[in-house]
């Protein structure tokens, strides 16, 4: 993720941690096409219960190519308290020496997510890339 003048060294994200996980999908796997080519009218299926992420849920975060955070399932779950409805803020950067003179500059942002017990599960959407 190429993320543009970057001047503070912050950059946090704003993630749907709630998302549907991987085995969840299941009848999504074989899919060619949107919807699988029907056109469906029943509109979203809102509620129901939140798969929980893989107790050895991992999130690398990498700035400019080095890994610069990791997060491990524990501290990751601490951050899905949303602040309002549907908004959960995660800090990715906090780094002022990230940027070396007074001119914003581009960062780039790498996420890995790692599970050796479920990869499917260990997903989130990410929605919203904030930066100063």
């Known amino acids: 993720i190429n993320v543009p ?3 503070e060294g912050l950059i946090f994200a704003k993630m ?3 998302h549907p996980r991987g085995t969840d999908m299941e009848i999504t ?19 129901g219960n939140v798969k929980d992420l893989p107790e050895d849920f991992f999130l690398d975060i990498a700035v400019n190519g080095e890994i610069t955070r990791t997060y491990n399932y524990e501290e990751f779950k601490v951050l899905t308290k949303e602040i309002a409805y549907n908004q959960a803020f995660y800090p990715f950067v906090n780094d002022e020496s990230l940027v070396t003179g007074d001119e914003p500059e581009a960062v780039e942002l790498g996420l890995r997510i790692r599970s050796e017990s479920s990869p499917k599960d260990a997903s989130f959407s990410l929605t919203h890339i904030y930066y100063a």
């Open 16 to 18: 749907q941690w709630w």
């Open 29 to 47: 796997k074989d899919w060619t096409e949107v919807n699988d080519g029907i056109a469906l009218g029943e509109g979203r299926k809102l509620g």
């Open 5 to 7: 003048k970057v001047k």
